[in-house]
Nanobody, 124 residues
Framework: QVQLVESGGGVVQAGGSLRLSCAASGRTFSSYAMGWFRQAPGMEREVVAAISWRGGSTYYADSVKGRFTISRVNAKNTVYLQMNSLKPEDTAVYYC?????????????????WGQGTQVTVSS
């Protein structure tokens, strides 16, 4: 069982930066690949980025490539999402999730555990 708690959301102007954190409970955090997803109002939840259990492999949605960076520190049971050059279209609730799937996964159905989400609002 893994419990996930996101933090770091807020309101930022376009072009600004935020770093999201996701703290995981349990001693098996390093056994899980992790992902960040987001859901904007009226839209379906979509993948943002994913990282393998050791951090050696990452995946990014085309919309965030070159602007967002996913990373993890297994010793701290934490995964991060550094978001730079933010745009109004990045406004959404951001969720972290954990999966036992090897490597990285962009598919929501493959994730076993989810956090409650943190709101990110980018003003123009």
């Amino acid at each position: 069982q893994v419990q996930l708690v996101e933090s770091g959301g807020g309101v930022v102007q376009a072009g600004g930066s935020l770093r999201l954190s996701c703290a995981a409970s349990g001693r098996t955090f390093s056994s899980y690949a992790m992902g960040w997803f987001r859901q904007a109002p009226g839209m379906e939840r979509e993948v943002v980025a994913a990282i393998s259990w050791r951090g050696g492999s990452t995946y990014y949605a085309d919309s965030v490539k070159g602007r967002f960076t996913i990373s993890r520190v297994n010793a701290k049971n934490t995964v991060y999402l550094q978001m730079n050059s933010l745009k109004p279209e990045d406004t959404a609730v951001y969720y972290c999730a954990a999966t036992v799937v090897a490597g990285t996964s962009r598919y929501q159905d493959e994730y076993n555990y989810w956090g409650q989400g943190t709101q990110v609002t980018v003003s123009s």
